[in-house]
């Protein structure tokens, strides 16, 4: 079957601009992950959507990163203002539900900014 | 603060060998550990996972070993192949809380 699907797989912005990343998770999945992965830092949990509940935005890193899942399926994590800092791949994942059900990851969005 | 610790950043093992990576934790209420696996440009995918009601857990090649006392688990690759070449990741979590905290990863090669 399909699996999580992320667009673009590369995006090359300038310093200041706004991006949006997309996510199509697996179709039934009601959990939805984001995640950053930069060169050293290991996986750095973002935010989490689970069904309807408000998501746990407690590793959006600043104001400028938003996300929001609509009905329940596709997700868009927004950068504002984008800083060179913000240069990392972005990995989506989703599971079937809340609890331990293993995390099904997209291969990414390479992201530079310049 | 990183509550779970990975080691060694990388490491190199010739084919047949034993790759060894090791994790540390800080939160005792942690009770669930998965190691992933992530190839070049490819999303991280679970490899194996233990709950610390066992001490140790076998799938193929691949063994997690559990030291609740030391707060410390490891993943074990046994008679490592080039295709292993990977990226591990362990991570940590526990029941009701539903995301996962990663170590920063291993780098392994395995030389033909």
């Known amino acids: 079957g399909a699996g999580v699907s992320q667009s673009p797989s590369n995006k090359v912005t300038e310093k200041g601009k706004d991006v949006e990343l997309r996510c199509d998770p697996i179709s039934g999945h009601t959990a939805l992950y984001w995640y950053r992965q930069s060169l050293g830092q290991g996986l750095e949990f973002l935010i989490y959507f689970q069904g309807n509940s408000a998501p746990d935005k407690s590793g959006l890193p600043s104001d400028r990163f938003s996300a929001e899942r609509t009905g329940g399926s596709v997700s868009t994590l927004t950068i504002q203002r984008t800083q060179q800092e913000d240069s990392a791949v972005y990995l989506c994942?989703?599971?079937?539900?809340?609890?331990?059900?293993?995390?099904?990851f997209g291969n990414g969005t390479r992201l530079t900014v310049t | 603060q990183q509550q779970v610790k990975q080691s060694p950043q990388s490491l190199i093992v010739q084919k047949g060998g034993i790759s060894i990576i090791n994790c540390a934790y800080e939160n005792t209420a942690f009770d669930y550990f998965p190691w992933y696996q992530q190839f070049p440009g490819k999303g991280p995918a679970l490899l194996i996972a233990?709950?610390?009601?066992?001490s140790e857990k076998k799938e193929g090649r691949f063994t997690i070993s559990f030291n609740k006392s030391a707060k410390q688990f490891s993943l074990h690759i046994m008679d490592s192949q080039p295709g292993d070449s990977a990226t591990y990741f362990c991570?940590?979590?526990?029941?009701?809380?539903?995301?996962?905290?990663f170590g920063k990863g291993t780098m392994l090669l395995v030389s033909p």
């Open positions: 991570a940590a979590t526990y029941v009701g809380y539903s995301t996962l905290t």
């Open positions: 994942a989703s599971s079937r539900d809340r609890g331990n059900s293993p995390l099904h």
């Open positions: 233990i709950r610390p009601d066992v």
